[in-house]
């Protein structure tokens, strides 16, 4: 199995301004993605963190509010931009093993903007 | 399309009761099933798994057998306990991607 560090664990922000999620795994998994999950809700995917390429991002979202950045198998960010107290959130950095093809989660960053 | 529709909550029980989590999804294929866990003030743990039809999950109690006729795939757990406090998460998976429900908060009181 994966396993997945992420940081922060949790911040708190003011309006306007951009913070960085940060995603390393300890091993290689084919794909990374980024899900948020806001208060009391399930998981939304935000995009597919591609290696070395463009993310691609899912209906809703789009790259100048989410830019996401993965230049190895290993570690991703996620940076959210512009933040307004909509985009207070969980945001969850996964991975998807080689040979179970399972999903395996971080812990979660809990982002609450002021 | 594919979707994943879970029992709402919140579920409270007594210790030692049953518990039963229905799900239902619509999918495209033949999907793989999915349980994920999340226990407070943490990420997502996959609890278990199916992949094809009849075939049924297990682990640490719970057990979820995949429904093909009822595109269904109902955790269950003879005997909760405190520590179970926790929610559920059912998830598809027909290709590359997950789709999730919306998540079960169950709470056991001693």
């Known amino acids: 199995s994966a396993v997945i560090s992420q940081k922060p664990s949790r911040d708190i922000c003011q309006r306007g301004t951009s913070l960085t999620i940060q995603c390393q795994v300890d091993s290689q998994v084919t794909m990374m993605f980024w899900y948020r999950q806001q208060p009391g809700q399930s998981l939304t995917l935000i995009a597919t963190?591609?290696?070395?390429?463009?993310?691609?991002?899912e209906s809703g979202f789009v790259i100048d509010k989410f830019p996401i950045s993965r230049p190895n198998l290993t570690f991703s960010t996620l940076t959210v931009s512009n933040m307004s107290p909509e985009d207070s959130s969980i945001y969850l950095c996964?991975?998807?093993?080689?040979?179970?093809?399972?999903?395996?989660f971080g812990e979660g960053s809990r982002l609450t903007v002021l | 399309g594919n979707s994943v529709t879970q029992m709402e909550g919140p579920v409270t029980l007594s210790e030692e009761a049953f518990l039963t989590i229905n799900c239902t999804y619509t999918?495209?294929?033949?999907?793989?099933l999915f349980w994920y866990v999340q226990y407070p003030g943490e990420g997502l743990q996959l609890l278990l798994k199916?992949?094809?039809?009849?075939d049924k999950g297990s682990n640490k109690g719970f057990e979820a057998t995949y429904r093909k006729e009822t595109t269904s795939f109902h955790l269950e757990k003879g005997s909760v306990q405190v520590s179970d406090s926790a929610v559920y998460f059912c998830?598809?998976?027909?290709?590359?991607?997950?789709?999730f429900g919306t998540g079960t908060s169950l709470t056991v009181i001693p």
């Open positions: 998830a598809l998976k027909p290709g590359n991607q997950f789709y």
């Open positions: 996964s991975g998807k093993g080689f040979n179970t093809g399972e999903l395996f």
């Open positions: 199916a992949t094809k039809a009849d």
């Open positions: 999918a495209t294929g033949y999907p793989s």
């Open positions: 963190a591609n290696q070395g390429s463009e993310a691609t991002y």
